[in-house]
């Protein structure tokens, strides 16, 4: 289950008032913001693009009968808060649980709130040392996957996502500067990290939901390796489906978060 085109063309996630709120705020601190890397045409997409792939990611994982009624759904607040907040801590002044709690505690209930900070805690990176990239990457990918064993349910769903939206972006949209051989490893962290997000103790409904993350997962690093290795066919369903959302995500951040250059 998709978010449908016509909902993508609203821009409207926010069936819920209170995960309106989150959008708004986050609309202000990345507002401006740019991916990192560049498509065929030389274009950089809006940063909200991966966050709204990565909360359409879960929210597809979700239990629920559409998607409306995972996004009403309050036990589901604290999580997909979580999905949208999930860079904050690591890539803006907003660098504390304090900052965040303080930023957010007018628009999001005391209990989900509290439960999404810590979420974001556990998906926030410590500094990684290294003597150049190549170490730097290496040192991360290792504490990764050791940490990602020991996350909670909610993290470890939001981690998943956010390893699949970055590695289709890695083939999509990569930085200038990655090689080929770079890009392989960045696939590499992504499935190791993914694995390591599926070890632990989990009720039956938690376990399903990570399965369905999994299943997605495994779609998205084969879509990466035939595209790494030049051998996706043209007409691929994955393939277009993948171009098509991004297109009209595109289209529709450039409008709340700045114009791309």
Same mark, same amino acid.
């Given at each position: !289950?998709?978010?449908?085109?016509?909902?993508?063309? #609203?821009?409207?996630?926010? +069936?819920?008032?209170?995960?309106?709120?989150?959008?708004?705020?986050? @609309?202000?601190?990345?507002?401006?913001?740019? @991916?990192?890397?560049?498509?065929?045409?030389?274009?950089?997409?809006?940063?909200?693009?991966?966050?709204? @792939?990565?909360?359409?990611?879960?929210?597809?994982? $979700?239990?629920?009968?559409?998607?409306?009624?995972?996004?009403?759904?309050?036990?589901?607040?604290?999580? =997909?808060? &979580?999905?949208? =907040?999930?860079?904050? !801590?690591?890539?803006?002044?907003?660098?504390? %649980?304090?900052?965040?709690?303080? /930023?957010? #505690?007018?628009?999001?209930?005391?209990?989900? $709130?509290?439960? /999404?900070?810590?979420?974001?805690?556990? $998906?926030?990176? %410590?500094?990684?040392?290294?003597?150049?990239?190549?170490?730097? /990457?290496?040192?991360? !990918? @290792?504490?990764?996957?050791?940490?990602?064993?020991?996350?909670?349910?909610? &993290?470890?769903?939001?981690?998943? /996502?956010?390893?699949?939206?970055?590695?289709?972006?890695?083939?999509?949209?990569?930085?200038?500067?990655?090689?080929?051989?770079?890009?392989?490893?960045?696939?590499?962290?992504?499935?190791?990290?993914?694995?390591?997000?599926?070890?632990?103790?989990?009720?039956?409904?938690? +376990?399903?939901?990570?399965?369905? !993350?999994?299943?997605?997962?495994?779609?998205?690093?084969?879509?990466?390796?035939?595209?790494?290795?030049?051998?996706?066919?043209?007409?691929?369903?994955?393939?277009?489906?993948? &171009?098509?959302?991004?297109?009209?995500?595109?289209?529709?951040?450039?409008?709340?978060?700045?114009?791309?250059?």
């Amino acid at each position: !289950m998709r978010i449908p085109y016509t909902k993508l063309k #609203e821009a409207s996630i926010c +069936q819920n008032p209170y995960m309106e709120s989150v959008w708004s705020f986050i @609309r202000g601190v990345h507002f401006g913001v740019q @991916r990192k890397g560049i498509n065929e045409e030389n274009e950089k997409a809006p940063y909200a693009v991966h966050l709204f @792939r990565v909360f359409e990611l879960c929210l597809n994982a $979700l239990d629920g009968k559409d998607f409306e009624e995972k996004i009403q759904n309050e036990k589901n607040l604290a999580l =997909l808060s &979580a999905t949208l =907040l999930h860079d904050v !801590m690591e890539d803006t002044d907003i660098n504390t %649980p304090r900052l965040l709690y303080k /930023a957010l #505690e007018k628009r999001v209930p005391d209990e989900s $709130l509290m439960k /999404a900070i810590r979420i974001v805690e556990e $998906l926030t990176n %410590p500094p990684f040392e290294g003597k150049n990239d190549f170490e730097h /990457a290496i040192n991360k !990918m @290792r504490w990764q996957v050791q940490h990602a064993k020991t996350m909670s349910y909610e &993290a470890k769903v939001i981690k998943i /996502a956010d390893q699949v939206a970055n590695v289709i972006d890695s083939v999509d949209y990569p930085p200038k500067t990655w090689s080929k051989s770079r890009k392989f490893f960045y696939l590499r962290k992504a499935e190791k990290v993914t694995a390591s997000c599926l070890e632990g103790g989990f009720s039956d409904k938690e +376990q399903r939901t990570l399965k369905r !993350m999994h299943k997605i997962s495994k779609k998205a690093y084969w879509y990466a390796k035939l595209k790494l290795n030049g051998k996706i066919p043209a007409n691929a369903k994955f393939y277009k489906n993948q &171009a098509k959302r991004f297109q009209i995500l595109n289209l529709i951040l450039k409008k709340e978060f700045g114009k791309t250059k």
